[in-house]
Nanobody
Framework: QVQLVESGGGLVQAGDSLRLSCAASGRTLGTYTFGWFRQTPGKEREFVAAINWSGGSTNYADSVKDRFTISGDNAKNTVFLQMNSLKPEDTAVYYC?????????????????WGRGTRVTVSS
């Protein structure tokens, strides 16, 4: 069992930066891939980024590549999403997820555990 709690969302202007945090608890976190997804009303949940906890490899959606960075702090069991050069189209509720099946998260949107989400609003 893995528990995930997101924080760090808020209201910012276009071009600003924001850092989201996902505090994870549970056993054997090293076997999991952690990721961020986002969703806006009326749209499907969208994959944003993922990181393999043990190897550190990362994956990004094309829409956020070169603007967002996912990282992890092993000592704090926390995953971060640094978001730079934010755009109004980045406005969404951002969810943290975890799964032992990293490839299925990146290519299929799989998440076995989910946080409750944190809202990001980017004004133009």
């Amino acid at each position: 069992q893995v528990q995930l709690v997101e924080s760090g969302g808020g209201l910012v202007q276009a071009g600003d930066s924001l850092r989201l945090s996902c505090a994870a608890s549970g056993r054997t976190l090293g076997t999991y891939t952690f990721g961020w997804f986002r969703q806006t009303p009326g749209k499907e949940r969208e994959f944003v980024a993922a990181i393999n906890w043990s190897g550190g490899s990362t994956n990004y959606a094309d829409s956020v590549k070169d603007r967002f960075t996912i990282s992890g702090d092993n000592a704090k069991n926390t995953v971060f999403l640094q978001m730079n050069s934010l755009k109004p189209e980045d406005t969404a509720v951002y969810y943290c997820a975890a799964t032992p099946w990293g490839e299925q998260m990146v290519h299929g949107g799989r998440g076995d555990y989910w946080g409750r989400g944190t809202r990001v609003t980017v004004s133009s």
